[in-house]
């Protein structure tokens, strides 16, 4: 028989890997709710539609990355690619617009089809956080200073840059657009396929391309900054400011765009020259139009998302919260299972990390407690019961001491476990 495989892109997660996941979210949990912002769950799959209508009929994503499938009941359903839409789309269904500002984060597997490679999964994962509700650049600021924070206390932000940039409100947006489209309408024989498509439908959607004949002629299109009205330039001039105050630093990058019609003003991506050709590790920005164009009411919001498994390659060693050590219970001969088992109970009770094995020789079970990197093996034998006391073996330092049972709990924390 063929060895059991996981799906194409697909990864289980354990061991040292599943440290690294839990102490990023930890992280990530701890800095989101010193933010104030509030956990939300939103179902893993969503209506085709909700992704649809958010994402736009040119993106990468929405053409050729959803998983979509047809249920029993024939409903079009799709594997969220992304959090944002379910996030906005939840933000409707429960009527949220009366609690605004609401300031979220959220985490948890993300599903693209995309050829596999490092960094880049089919299911991956994503930590989100999102302000819906206000139009002030004090959001953008603050929504960034969470990602700082937040690679800070990874130990990782020395290897990551700040790219900024603007996409101005919609009327610098449109008169950019009209710029590009008559730049890339002189071009239209040098374009990708993809590109000509997008020339159609949502020529900013261009300089996100990755097609190398695209980049020739992406270096001499006309830039945004050239295009940005009062508003505008006010706007990105206070989220300078504010990163500025905080002593966030950043570069501008005027070619990071966001091509969908509905992100205005602020987008942004922390890259890192860490990982190759996956160089992004968080990106977002402010997208105003969003909540409308779902049917809601009309919403400002800003917000980001960032992949676990790019953070997880990341993070060094030092970081990673460390398993607890452990106190391994070894009964001596048949008779003490059942005594053992009650203290092992009890230490559970008081707290401790407490393995036993389920059969095996002392030898055996002691090659088990080293192999856990066990603190402590405590060896109860009938000549212990019958004295109420258990023998401990220090297996850092290879002592060994005799206590009494009442005392052990007390033992074992005072030796720090
Ligand atoms: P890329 O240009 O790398 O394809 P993207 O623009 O598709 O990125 P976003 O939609 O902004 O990515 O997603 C936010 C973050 O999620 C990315 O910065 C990255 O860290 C992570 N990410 C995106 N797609 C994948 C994937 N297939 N596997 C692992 N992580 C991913
Ligand atoms: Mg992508």
Redesign the pocket.
């Known amino acids: 028989m063929a060895r059991l495989q996981p799906v194409r892109g697909t990864h289980d997660i354990l061991g040292e890997m599943s440290l690294r996941f839990r102490t990023i979210f930890e992280i990530f949990r701890s800095v989101a709710e010193r933010y104030s912002h509030e956990q939300i769950d939103t179902p893993i799959f969503e209506f085709t539609e909700t992704f649809k209508k958010t994402l736009g009929d040119t993106s ?2 929405v053409t050729k990355e959803m998983y979509t499938f047809e249920d029993r009941g024939g409903e079009q359903v799709t594997l969220r690619p ?1 959090f944002t839409a379910g996030i906005a789309r939840a933000f409707i269904s429960n009527c949220l617009q009366q609690s605004t500002p609401c300031k979220f984060y959220s985490f948890g597997p ?1 599903f ?1 089809y ?1 050829r596999p490679q490092k ?4 299911q ?1 994962h ?1 930590m989100d956080i999102e302000i819906i509700g206000v139009a002030e650049a004090q959001a953008d600021i603050e929504v960034l200073a969470i990602a700082q924070d937040l690679l800070n206390e990874l130990g990782i932000a020395k290897h990551v840059t700040l790219e900024l940039n603007s996409l101005g409100d919609r009327e610098s947006r449109m008169n950019y657009r009209a710029a590009l489209v008559q730049y890339f309408s002189q071009h239209r024989d040098k374009l990708s396929k993809d590109s000509l498509t997008r020339l159609e439908k949502n020529p900013m959607r261009i300089l996100d391309s990755k097609d190398e004949g695209d980049h020739l002629l992406i270096e001499k299109a006309p830039r945004i900054s050239e295009y940005y009205n009062d508003t505008s330039k006010v706007f990105f001039s206070e989220v300078r400011e504010g990163l500025e105050g905080l002593g966030i630093d950043y570069h501008i990058k005027d070619r990071l765009v966001r091509g969908l019609d509905y992100y205005c003003h602020t987008a942004f ?1 922390f890259t890192t020259d860490q990982l190759g050709a ?1 160089g ?5 920005g402010r997208y105003d139009g969003l909540v409308e164009m779902m049917g809601g009411p009309r919403t400002p919001g800003v917000g980001w ?3 676990m ?2 953070m997880a390659e990341l993070i060094t060693y030092d970081i990673i919260k460390k398993q607890v050590r452990l106190v391994a219970i070894v009964p001596v001969g048949d008779k003490s299972h059942t005594t053992a088992m009650k203290i092992a109970h009890d230490l559970r009770k008081a707290g401790i990390v407490v393995d036993m094995a389920y059969k095996g020789n002392v030898g055996k079970r002691m090659k088990r407690a080293n192999k856990q990197n066990a603190r402590f093996a405590i060896l109860i034998g009938e000549d212990e019961i019958v004295r109420s006391v258990a023998m401990v073996k220090n297996l850092d330092k290879g002592s060994q001491e005799e206590i009494s049972l009442l005392k052990l709990v007390d033992y074992l924390k005072e030796n720090k476990l």
Do not use: K, P, Y
């Open positions: 990468d994503v992304e993300t693209r995309e960094g880049r999964m089919r991956f994503q991506e996956q992004t590790v968080l990106a977002g998302a960032s992949g498994e790019r």
